[in-house]
């Protein structure tokens, strides 16, 4: 692990390479895989399979909203202060009503002796208001002659969940 060996490759490519990290010759050793955990490092599946070789992730590795979050260890309904105890006592009383931010968190690794790069996949949540504003300002034209237009506004507000 002095780092003078080194495997390269994508999620969606064929073949890993490996080779001196100072360059020179690589070789084909393998693909990559992918695996995805929760919390307690156990597998967690998203789009129906928790380990994901390449040719499973060619267009990406897909999955529900619902899927992700229970990797996470939470549901829309989980109560923002049981993932940050620091935060106010104020707040919503349920992710789906405040929004978060998901980060997914990737870690690579392999050795001279795998035959694949494993590719660690996890997501936090963090409890974030995440909201979106939105108005329409319309004019409306006046009915007869000589009566003049008159504007109307509608505005909407909307949490979510920010990726």
């Known amino acids: 692990a002095d780092g003078s060996w080194v495997a390269r490759g994508v999620s969606t490519d064929d073949d890993v390479t490996a ?4 360059g020179g010759k690589r070789s084909a050793v393998g693909d990559m895989m992918t695996r995805i955990i929760r919390p307690d490092g156990s597998s967690c599946a998203v789009g129906g399979k928790s380990e994901w070789m390449a040719a499973d992730s060619q267009l990406g590795i897909t999955g529900t909203l619902g899927e992700w ?4 260890g939470v549901t829309l309904d989980t109560d923002p202060r049981t993932l940050n105890p620091d935060m106010p006592q104020a707040m919503a009383p349920h992710l789906r009503t405040m929004g978060f931010a998901m980060q997914v968190l990737l870690d690579y690794t392999n050795t001279r002796t795998m035959n694949h790069v494993e590719c660690t996949m996890s997501v936090r949540i963090l409890p974030v208001w995440t909201v979106r504003k939105h108005t329409d300002i319309i004019e409306h ?3 007869g002659t000589g009566e003049r237009s008159s504007l109307m506004s509608r505005s909407r507000k909307a949490m979510g969940a920010a990726v």
């Open 19 to 22: 080779g001196p990290a100072s």
């Open 69 to 72: 979050l229970a990797c996470a």
């Open 141 to 143: 034209p006046g009915t």
